[in-house]
């Protein structure tokens, strides 16, 4: 058996499929193994943009959120989003909110993800716009001027790239993705289910078990 076995969950806070994955992975969370260690790693979906998303792209997005909705039974999404903001296809701020949320308190990273989510799904906030995610940091009790700081600062992003080099790395090419990766070598995806934990569990048990370990004899 490995010695060190981790689960990593490639996201992005403004994917609209993690956002209806977010209970299932929570159920998940908890029933893991005691040796696996959960991970999550942020995929970067869009990179930065200033322009307005496309009237095209805007459809299908919300068409989108409705095959969600059908899908994944509980998920909600507030539409009033497409008519209050001015969506633009930049979710990399959003990602840089995660990691200057982390790097000024471990312990709102979570939170911080789940803000955001709630902010663009719930809220017809856009988290593209950094005073949206400047309203989200301080409700968090974050230090405000602290995280404005950060989001700008190159070492923010060059951690968010290194991430998303991770992800790719680990070949995970859509969101959200499970890897688990054993040892820090051997690593395998464990399939999405957004309904159930148990054919996840499964795989992840039968994959540990597969999985050579890198202890001498």
């Known amino acids: 058996m490995p010695d060190a076995v981790e689960l990593v969950y490639v996201h992005d806070p403004m994917c609209s499929w993690c956002w209806g994955f977010r209970p299932t992975l929570t159920s998940l969370r908890s029933q893991l193994p005691e040796q696996v260690r959960f991970r999550p790693l942020l995929g970067g979906l869009a990179p930065d943009s200033d322009q307005a998303m496309p009237q095209t792209l805007q459809q299908q997005l919300q068409l989108t959120w409705q095959r969600i909705q059908q899908q994944i039974p509980g998920t909600q999404f507030n539409f009033d989003f497409w008519t209050h903001c001015k969506p633009r296809r930049s979710t990399y701020p959003a990602c840089r909110a ?3 949320a982390r790097m000024l308190d471990p312990q709102k990273a ?6 955001i989510q709630r902010a663009y799904y719930l809220r017809a906030m856009n988290p593209s716009d950094l005073d949206t ?3 989200l940091a301080v409700e968090l009790e974050l230090d405000g001027e602290k995280f404005a700081f950060m989001l700008r600062r190159d070492f923010v992003d060059e951690q968010l790239q290194t991430e998303i080099g991770e992800a790719r790395a ?3 090419s859509s969101f959200p993705s499970l890897v688990l990766r054993a040892d820090f070598a051997n690593y395998a995806s464990v399939p999405i289910d957004y309904l159930d934990t148990r054919p996840m569990l499964n795989t992840i048990e039968t994959l540990i078990a597969s999985m050579p370990s890198n202890r001498a004899p």
């Open 98 to 100: 995660v990691i200057a």
């Open 133 to 135: 995610l400047l309203q």
């Open 110 to 115: 979570e939170p911080m993800i789940e803000a």
């Open 170 to 172: 680990l070949g995970a």
